[in-house]
């Protein structure tokens, strides 16, 4: 039968169960991966925080090099899963190393304590003296009793029964109890939880649990401490190796040297001693467990946002790194403070000794500037520290830091004329709860009725933003997917750069935001406009503005220079006004300058409208709403095309007027009546422009005896650019009114018999006074003949107004007052300006049986009247009067066709 040894029967899996586990200095593959895909992240989060604001060429070369980084970084992830599929060798190899080390402790371990056994035989020798024992040897050949030191190192006392263990244990928690209520010296926050099987359980709240015992009853018996654990719930694997078994050991190794010590009756007390001790290492230990927190916080989302430097009791944090204007400090620093008050005579009473208790703690201390500070409320500019918990304290302080940047942002946009100087309403700070790691406070800023931007600050990075809000106005979500506005970007770069340009740097947006508006609805309403004119620095000094700011040009277009100005004031928000801008000679430049400005109601011309083109008077209490912040800033685009007619407007009536002024000829701004000898009063029927009375006399430079002395001009609907127009009433001296309609004499003219009134219309709005000086030569010839035709009054010889119209007069007459046979049609010839106006007489018989017995006398009149130029009405009266010696002489000339003659 075949022999085998033991050894050869184990198993490999046996033996690799054996060997002990080495797995110090490792790191976990989930943590690198986690390390890598945060680091990933975070350069994935700048390309998309810093490509909006570049340049085409500067986002390809940014894209390109963050391409290179990710492909880096994915490469060092694929070489360490690669690596890890061997790593199960290493492991194994580095465990048998670990035998090899403590096979060779144990070697060392044999080989010391056979060195010691060397040491103590000597003195275990017996005396040469002992006959007792050499007789029992040379008798017996062995010993009958051992030396005492062979006897108290190797042989085994006899075990205690279970009625002596009961008995010492009950008289050691009798002896714990005494000692603890009468002799020693307890720290006053130290508890005793229990005393039971010879030990007593004490605690220090949120610190330490501890297990002593005593050595006897008297009270220079010295103390053991069996067993003790920290009160934090961190997890030991988690920490780093020299704050779990050997960082324990070396506390059990102090509190030894501390209970083994000889102390004088000076001395603190054994337990007091303890507890300080104790008490310290607990929080340096939660001191490092912070710093632990802080170097995971910094692996994953923190990141470079975050600094901090662990030292002796000291613990400084850095947050928001890279903005130095923004980033706070905060210190955990261990301090021993002594007791004071009440709880100082408590603690002397419960120790029994008059001296001075201590109590350590970890301060917080939270580091800001004063002018952030000053924002801060009393009771939240300190910081405890509630829990083990470094992330929830740098959170609390970073939340009330974004706390007090949003309240010091609030108060400069309030003080700022422009934003919130009199316009309460916006600018309001918002809280944003349950918002995980995103901001908790922002600014939501109400730039114009369209535009609201929220102002936030990044709670881990510190990075100031700005991003405009929809129509869910506490909705805020940031990720990567959403798309940054350029210029909002630029705007949070100026103010990360400078918080004292906050105020400055939104109301420029704000200016933009006014501006872009205006411009699209100036593009709706198809008008040009311009943004910028380069005028003289101080021109809106001179203009009285010092704290204006232009929006808008809207030139007029039909009138050059001129141009509608949109303006923002302070004050009164958005502003109107019509300036002329002409060029200027400076200094050998050619320079643009304001030589004339009228200043526009904003508030009274939004207070018209025009509905079924009429325009109209809305009541203010409808035109805006009071309690309305935006009322001042507000325009529509109705109001804003009302504006650019009533400039048009304005500006046609100031050519008028100054066309009055270089002919000499007094007028008013009021509703003229023509038919008055005075200047008229009263209001214009237009409820935003006056019309003009004119003295007709010097306007005119003939025939002003036809006219009567003051006569009115309005330019009617001119909020119509199609129908805008000049519109002259003026009355003539008739010596009679006929009973007839109202007569459109042409295009341009109305004529109303029965009131004498003209009514003379010109679409050419600056030209109307020429145009209607031409054509009042017509005019008054056509009076004249009717003037004439009143003033007759031959016996036998009656005249009739048969027809009347623009081109010609017709006449009827006859011998009888009933019965009129006979016309004479009186046509005008339309003149150019700079030549005599002619005529063209017709004569006939209105029946076709009767003969025409005028031919002979025709050609003589039209010449005479066509030769005189200064008394026209004789001229009338003579042809009247042959007409009438010819139908009473016997011997006439009858004619049967009628003649016509040039």
Same mark, same amino acid.
């Given at each position: 039968?075949?022999?085998?040894?033991?050894?050869?029967?184990?198993?490999?899996?046996?033996?690799?169960?054996?060997?002990?586990?080495?797995?110090?200095?490792?790191?976990?593959?989930?943590?690198?991966?986690?390390?890598?895909?945060?680091?990933?992240?975070?350069?994935?989060?700048?390309?998309?925080?810093?490509?909006?604001?570049?340049?085409?060429?500067?986002?390809?070369?940014?894209?390109?090099?963050?391409?290179?980084?990710? #492909?880096?970084?994915?490469?060092?992830?694929?070489?360490? %899963?690669?690596?890890?599929?061997?790593?199960?060798?290493?492991?194994?190899?580095?465990?048998? %190393?670990?035998?090899?080390?403590?096979?060779?402790?144990?070697?060392?371990?044999?080989?010391?304590?056979?060195?010691?056994?060397?040491?103590?035989?000597?003195?275990?020798?017996?005396?040469?003296?002992?006959?007792?024992?050499?007789?029992? +040897?040379?008798?017996?050949?062995?010993?009958? #009793?051992?030396?005492?030191? &062979?006897?108290?190192?190797?042989?085994?006392?006899?075990?205690?029964?279970? $009625?002596?263990?009961?008995?010492?244990?009950?008289?050691?928690?009798?002896?714990?109890?005494?000692?603890?209520?009468?002799?020693?010296?307890?720290?006053?926050?130290?508890?005793?939880?229990?005393?039971?099987?010879?030990?007593?359980?004490?605690?220090?709240?949120?610190?330490?649990?501890?297990?002593?015992? +005593?050595?006897?009853?008297?009270?220079?018996?010295?103390?053991?401490?069996?067993?003790?654990?920290?009160?934090?719930?961190?997890?030991?694997?988690?920490? !780093?190796?020299?704050?779990?078994?050997?960082?324990?050991?070396?506390?059990?190794?102090?509190?030894? @040297?501390?209970?083994?010590?000889?102390?004088?009756?000076?001395?603190?007390?054994?337990?007091?001693?303890?507890?300080?001790?104790?008490?310290?290492?607990?929080?340096?230990?939660?001191?490092?467990?912070?710093?632990?927190?802080?170097?995971?916080?910094?692996?994953?989302?923190?990141?470079?946002? &975050?600094?901090?430097?662990?030292?002796? /009791? +000291?613990?400084?944090?850095?947050?928001?790194?890279?903005?130095?204007?923004?980033?706070?400090?905060?210190?955990?620093?261990?301090?021993?403070?002594?007791?004071?008050?009440?709880?100082?005579?408590?603690?002397?009473?419960?120790?029994? =000794?008059?001296? @001075?208790?201590?109590?350590?703690?970890?301060?917080?201390?939270?580091?800001?500037?004063?002018?952030?500070?000053?924002?801060?409320?009393?009771?939240?500019?300190?910081?405890?520290?509630?829990?083990?918990?470094?992330?929830?304290?740098?959170?609390?302080?970073?939340?009330?830091?974004?706390?007090?940047?949003?309240?010091?942002?609030?108060?400069?946009?309030?003080?700022?004329?422009?934003?919130?100087?009199?316009?309460?309403?916006?600018?309001?700070?918002? =809280?944003?709860?349950?918002?995980?790691?995103?901001?908790?406070?922002?600014?939501?800023?109400?730039?114009?009725?369209?535009?609201?931007?929220?102002?936030?600050?990044?709670? &881990?990075?510190?990075?100031?933003?700005?991003?405009?809000?929809?129509?869910?106005?506490?909705?805020?979500?940031?990720?990567?997917?959403?798309?940054?506005?350029?210029?909002?970007?630029?705007?949070?770069?100026?103010?990360?750069?400078?918080?004292?340009?906050?105020?400055?740097?939104?109301?420029?947006?704000?200016?933009?935001?006014?501006?872009?508006?205006?411009?699209?609805?100036?593009?709706?309403?198809?008008?040009?406009?311009?943004?910028?004119?380069?005028?003289?620095?101080?021109?809106?000094?001179?203009?009285?503005?010092?704290?204006?700011?232009?929006?808008?040009?809207?030139?007029?277009?039909?009138?050059?220079?001129?141009?509608?100005?949109?303006?923002?004031?302070?004050?009164?928000?958005?502003?109107?006004?019509? %300036?002329?801008?002409?060029? !200027?000679? $400076?200094?050998?430049?050619? *320079?643009?300058?304001?030589?004339?400005?009228?200043?526009?109601?904003?508030?009274?011309?939004?207070?018209?409208?025009?509905?079924?083109?009429?325009?109209?008077?809305?009541?203010?209490?409808?035109?805006?709403?009071?309690?309305?912040?935006?009322?001042?800033?507000?325009?529509?685009? !109705?109001?804003?095309?009302?504006?650019?007619?009533?400039? %048009?407007?304005?500006?046609?009536?100031?050519?008028? $007027?100054?066309?009055? #002024?270089?002919?000499?000829?007094?007028?008013?701004?009021?509703?003229?009546?023509?038919?008055?000898?005075?200047?008229?009063?009263?209001?214009?029927?237009?409820?935003?422009?006056?019309?003009?009375?004119?003295?007709?006399?010097?306007?005119?430079?003939?025939?002003?005896?036809?006219?009567?002395?003051?006569?009115?001009?309005?330019?009617?609907?001119?909020?119509?650019?199609?129908?805008?127009?000049?519109?002259?009433?003026?009355?003539?001296?008739?010596?009679?009114?006929?009973?007839?309609?109202?007569?459109?004499?042409?295009?341009?003219?109305?004529?109303?018999?029965?009131?004498?009134?003209? =009514?003379?219309?010109?679409?050419?709005?600056?030209?109307?006074?020429?145009?209607?000086?031409?054509?009042?030569?017509?005019?008054?010839?056509?009076?004249?003949?009717?003037?004439?035709?009143?003033?007759?009054?031959?016996?036998?010889?009656?005249? =009739?107004? /048969?027809?009347?119209?623009?081109?010609?007069?017709?006449?009827?007459?006859?011998?009888?007052?009933?019965?009129?046979?006979?016309?004479?049609?009186?046509?005008?010839?339309?003149?150019?300006?700079?030549?005599?106006?002619?005529?063209?007489?017709?004569?006939?018989?209105?029946?076709?049986? *009767?003969?025409?017995?005028?031919? /002979?006398?025709?050609?003589?009149? !039209?010449?005479?009247?066509?030769?005189?130029?200064?008394?026209?009405?004789? &001229?009338?009266?003579?042809?009247?009067?042959?007409?009438?010696?010819?139908?009473?002489?016997?011997?006439?000339?009858?004619?049967?066709?009628?003649?016509?003659?040039?």
């Amino acid at each position: 039968m075949s022999h085998q040894s033991p050894e050869a029967r184990v198993s490999l899996e046996q033996l690799l169960q054996e060997l002990p586990l080495e797995d110090g200095g490792l790191v976990p593959l989930g943590l690198i991966v986690e390390r890598i895909t945060n680091t990933a992240y975070q350069v994935i989060q700048s390309l998309s925080d810093t490509l909006p604001s570049l340049s085409s060429d500067a986002k390809r070369a940014k894209i390109f090099t963050t391409a290179l980084e990710l #492909r880096r970084l994915f490469v060092k992830l694929l070489v360490i %899963v690669r690596w890890t599929k061997d790593a199960k060798l290493l492991h194994r190899a580095r465990n048998v %190393v670990a035998l090899l080390v403590e096979q060779q402790w144990a070697h060392e371990d044999a080989f010391s304590g056979l060195t010691q056994v060397r040491k103590i035989l000597p003195n275990a020798r017996m005396s040469d003296a002992d006959f007792v024992t050499a007789i029992d +040897v040379l008798c017996t050949g062995t010993y009958q #009793r051992l030396p005492a030191s &062979i006897k108290d190192s190797t042989v085994t006392p006899t075990p205690l029964n279970n $009625e002596e263990a009961r008995s010492i244990m009950a008289n050691l928690d009798r002896t714990l109890r005494a000692r603890l209520a009468w002799t020693e010296s307890i720290p006053m926050k130290l508890r005793l939880q229990r005393i039971a099987d010879g030990k007593a359980y004490m605690e220090m709240p949120g610190l330490y649990d501890m297990c002593l015992t +005593v050595q006897g009853p008297e009270k220079q018996d010295r103390w053991w401490l069996l067993d003790f654990h920290f009160a934090d719930q961190v997890d030991e694997d988690e920490q !780093e190796p020299t704050w779990t078994e050997a960082y324990l050991d070396r506390i059990y190794e102090k509190a030894e @040297a501390m209970f083994s010590s000889e102390t004088s009756e000076d001395d603190e007390p054994a337990l007091m001693r303890l507890h300080h001790m104790l008490e310290q290492e607990a929080l340096q230990r939660q001191l490092h467990i912070m710093h632990r927190q802080l170097q995971r916080m910094s692996s994953s989302n923190w990141g470079r946002h &975050i600094s901090f430097t662990l030292k002796e /009791h +000291v613990l400084d944090i850095t947050y928001w790194n890279g903005h130095s204007e923004l980033q706070g400090h905060i210190t955990l620093q261990l301090e021993s403070l002594p007791l004071q008050g009440p709880n100082r005579v408590l603690s002397e009473i419960m120790s029994g =000794t008059n001296a @001075a208790a201590k109590q350590n703690r970890i301060h917080v201390q939270w580091h800001l500037e004063d002018e952030v500070r000053a924002h801060v409320p009393r009771d939240d500019q300190t910081c405890a520290l509630d829990r083990l918990d470094i992330e929830a304290l740098v959170l609390l302080c970073i939340r009330r830091h974004s706390h007090a940047l949003m309240k010091r942002f609030e108060a400069e946009i309030g003080r700022f004329e422009g934003l919130g100087a009199g316009n309460p309403g916006l600018c309001r700070l918002c =809280t944003h709860k349950d918002n995980g790691y995103g901001p908790q406070y922002s600014l939501h800023l109400q730039l114009t009725e369209t535009v609201r931007i929220m102002l936030y600050i990044s709670t &881990i990075s510190g990075r100031i933003g700005l991003k405009l809000l929809e129509a869910h106005p506490n909705e805020m979500t940031l990720s990567l997917s959403q798309s940054q506005n350029a210029a909002l970007q630029q705007m949070a770069d100026r103010i990360q750069a400078n918080l004292s340009c906050v105020a400055d740097t939104i109301f420029a947006f704000r200016m933009q935001c006014l501006t872009k508006n205006l411009q699209l609805k100036m593009a709706w309403l198809g008008l040009p406009c311009s943004a910028s004119i380069s005028l003289r620095s101080d021109e809106f000094s001179r203009m009285g503005l010092q704290k204006g700011h232009p929006l808008l040009y809207v030139p007029l277009g039909i009138l050059p220079g001129y141009h509608l100005l949109l303006y923002f004031e302070a004050k009164q928000h958005l502003g109107m006004a019509l %300036v002329l801008i002409a060029s !200027e000679m $400076e200094n050998g430049k050619t *320079m643009q300058a304001i030589s004339s400005v009228k200043w526009l109601n904003k508030t009274h011309l939004s207070q018209f409208s025009v509905q079924d083109l009429t325009l109209v008077n809305t009541p203010a209490d409808l035109a805006s709403d009071p309690h309305d912040s935006f009322t001042k800033e507000r325009i529509h685009t !109705e109001e804003l095309e009302l504006a650019f007619h009533y400039s %048009v407007a304005t500006v046609v009536y100031s050519h008028l $007027e100054e066309q009055l #002024r270089l002919k000499l000829v007094p007028f008013v701004l009021l509703d003229g009546k023509s038919h008055a000898t005075t200047p008229p009063t009263g209001k214009s029927p237009d409820p935003l422009l006056p019309s003009l009375c004119i003295q007709a006399c010097k306007l005119l430079t003939s025939y002003q005896d036809l006219i009567k002395p003051n006569m009115s001009l309005q330019l009617c609907e001119w909020w119509l650019p199609l129908r805008r127009r000049v519109v002259m009433h003026f009355k003539v001296d008739l010596k009679e009114c006929y009973d007839l309609e109202s007569l459109q004499l042409s295009d341009r003219l109305n004529f109303d018999p029965r009131s004498g009134v003209f =009514t003379f219309t010109c679409y050419e709005a600056t030209a109307c006074l020429t145009k209607f000086q031409q054509i009042w030569q017509q005019i008054a010839r056509f009076c004249l003949l009717l003037n004439s035709l009143s003033s007759w009054n031959a016996p036998n010889f009656f005249l =009739t107004l /048969h027809s009347l119209t623009w081109q010609q007069v017709e006449i009827a007459y006859g011998e009888k007052e009933c019965d009129h046979p006979y016309f004479l049609r009186v046509k005008f010839n339309m003149a150019e300006p700079l030549e005599q106006p002619r005529y063209i007489l017709e004569c006939g018989v209105l029946r076709s049986a *009767m003969s025409n017995p005028h031919q /002979h006398i025709v050609r003589n009149l !039209e010449r005479s009247l066509n030769a005189d130029t200064t008394d026209t009405e004789s &001229i009338w009266f003579a042809m009247f009067q042959v007409s009438t010696n010819t139908l009473t002489s016997d011997s006439g000339i009858y004619l049967t066709n009628t003649v016509s003659t040039t």
